[in-house]
């Protein structure tokens, strides 16, 4: 298989993001802008569209919930849209922690995985990758993140190392510069846990409930109650 298809970071969705967002920015209010996107090839083949507000912070998570429900209706069930936490009010917790609580809370049932038109391609870039990089069946290929600001333009890749439970960055793996095709960026090889199971279903969970992702990972012992 050639690598330089590889669709998560070709011409042709970047293009697709490109028109999807404009769509987006145009229909939105307040202010917003693009910070990048995200496919989690061994995870449901998902794009995820990551957005900030320009120049302020959510007043409320209530006012989350209301900008990022009308945010995944402009996106579209072709894509996940969120809206970056920055909300000053927000309880401190530990991220991995509380996604790792989300998950084990949650059902696998839970989540419903339709296709997308950009499904198949993404499933392909799980064995790219994997060609690749020459990764065992041990490993999961958990998310290729494109930035979109040039604050921070390296591709990354991360791994979840499934022989090796825990948090943090794997003991049996270790970060490194890659080339994937025509791509260089930088594969980052984690531990495996239920946070990510749980951040998956995080996504869902926020939608159906019409909560923005942060306000329902805040919040989340209450809603499941």
Known sequence: MDASILYSTSQALRACVYDTTERILSAFEPPIELVEYITLPDFGQRVILRFELLGRRFASLGEADALESRLRSLAGSDYWATLVDNYDGQADYDLAQRLTQIGQALPAGFMQLHPTQHSERIRQDAHIVRDALDLTENCLIWEIEVPISARAAQIIFRIIDTGEDGEGFSSRRTSERVEVGELAGEVVF???????????????????????????????????T
């Open 190 to 224: 984690l531990k495996n846990n239920a946070s990510f199971s749980g951040c998956v279903k995080a996504y869902f969970a926020a939608q159906e409930r019409q909560m923005a992702l942060s306000s329902f990972i805040a919040h989340f012992g209450n809603v499941l």
